[in-house]
């Protein structure tokens, strides 16, 4: 099968049905391959606004596209249910751009590849609720990060924090249950049809899925009666791993400040101020929150959280550390400075990640010592440094292993910037000196 020969890609439909509490979004390529994925939000709805409904459905219709449009990448995007105006269409295009940077380069394609989102001549108007919501939706992944945010921000006024999810319920359930918050399910299904198409020789790669997921948290937060949809998303996601062509790459970048700024700016645009997204732990290091997680949560979760990728794939069922991947290794070398020798080996059925030979390379990558940083969610290179100095002392065997330069004045509880609201930095900053 060709990738190149065809021409459109296109935006069929979408569609809310309330019965079956179902969001199905319909694609296409020349109207020739077709695509059909859906969201199930299985819980109870409040009394919502259509028209804000309707919206938030669109915003994530236009989003979720993303994995389809790179099986073939057509040169022109068209879109048949509803119009893009200027800013619109230069958020969709600049998104998808730079969320696929990754994918570029996998590909060995070119990074300034253009995505250009059509723009009509429509003016979209903020959409309002006469009934706005209230109240905080955190994002459920499974790993350290979100657990930070739930324990800090539910501290104080226990009944505005409410978790939620996408997929994954068999290995979430156990820590849902610990937590003991309202949590709303969401389930995902993509068109199985990508696996038939990258046979045949269509494109695959990473995707800005934290974007989607940011979208399907607002789909959610209309429907579940919440203003917010909070993210734990630190501020070493917006480290680049490396430049490839001459453009920095970064895996994370749905997840960066740069995506953040740019999505704060489109809900305004979509709906004023009634719907917000931010991260609570945008100001953190890995590091510090490695340290928080440490105080306030690690205890309580240590049997039913991972921050392995691996755990959560569509063959998996149950919470696990694989042990062989970078985010096992990161997570290891940032937990050591804080959590017992005996309680992390445990985590990993009694294996000691820095000290396996088979990982070495993944920690000089780590470390900015060789190559650029792993292609996974992992944080900067400082903070890596920092956090493997504290193991050379745990661990002297490491000195001659890994040999590399710390400034004297990297200080990981820096607080860096962040554009959450003023109350919600309150509320970090008082969980923090706690």
Request: proline share 4%; aromatic share 12%; charged share 20%.
């Amino acid at each position: 099968m060709s990738t190149n020969h065809y021409k459109q890609f296109i935006f069929e439909s979408y569609a809310f049905d309330a019965a079956s509490k179902t969001l199905s979004l319909h694609y296409s390529v020349d109207g020739e391959v077709t695509f059909t994925e859906t969201f199930t939000f299985n819980f109870d709805f409040v009394d919502y606004d259509q028209a804000v409904l309707d919206r938030a459905s669109w915003m994530l219709f236009l989003m979720a596209g993303v994995s389809y449009y790179k099986a073939f990448i057509p040169p022109e995007i068209v879109i048949k249910q509803g119009a893009l105006d200027e800013h619109t269409a230069r958020f969709f295009s600049k998104t998808y751009q730079r969320g696929l940077g990754e994918f570029w380069f996998v590909n060995q394609l070119d990074p300034r590849t253009p995505v250009s989102f059509p723009v009509s001549d429509t003016a979209i108007e903020a959409v309002h609720s006469s009934q706005p919501g209230n109240g905080l939706l955190v994002g459920l992944g499974g790993g350290k990060d979100s657990l930070v945010s739930v324990e800090l921000l539910r501290t104080g006024k226990t009944n505005d924090v409410a978790t939620w999810s996408v997929g994954h319920q068999a290995q979430l359930a156990p820590l849902v249950e610990r937590i003991g918050v309202p949590h709303f399910w969401v389930e995902r299904v993509w068109d199985r049809k990508l696996l038939e198409l990258h046979d045949l020789g269509a494109l695959n790669g990473h995707i800005p899925i934290s974007g989607i997921i940011a979208c399907v948290g607002m789909v959610a937060a209309v429907l579940s009666g919440r203003r917010d949809v909070v993210v734990s998303n630190e501020q070493s996601a917006n480290e680049p791993d490396f430049t490839y062509q001459d453009v920095e790459i970064n895996h994370q970048y749905s997840k960066s400040q740069e995506f953040e700024d740019d999505f704060q700016k489109l809900l305004s645009h979509f709906f004023g101020d009634e719907l917000r997204y931010y991260s609570f732990l945008r100001p953190l290091s890995e590091l510090y929150i490695a340290e928080t997680f440490s105080q306030v949560a690690f205890d309580t979760y240590k049997d039913v959280f991972s921050s392995c990728n691996r755990a959560f794939v569509h063959t998996s069922s149950s919470i696990s550390w694989c042990g062989v991947c970078p985010k096992c290794a990161f997570t290891f070398l940032i937990l050591t400075p804080f959590v017992p020798r005996e309680q992390l080996e445990v985590l990993w059925g009694g294996k000691n990640l820095l000290l396996d030979p088979a990982l070495e390379h993944t920690y000089r990558q780590l470390l900015g010592i060789e190559g650029g940083k792993p292609l996974d969610c992992v944080g900067e290179v400082k903070e890596s440094r920092s956090a493997m100095r504290h193991a050379q002392q745990l661990y002297p065997e490491l000195k001659d292993t890994y040999v590399f330069e710390l400034p004297d004045d990297y200080d990981y509880k820096k607080l860096a910037s962040h554009h959450m609201p003023a109350e919600l930095y309150a509320r970090l900053t008082a969980g923090l000196e706690k």
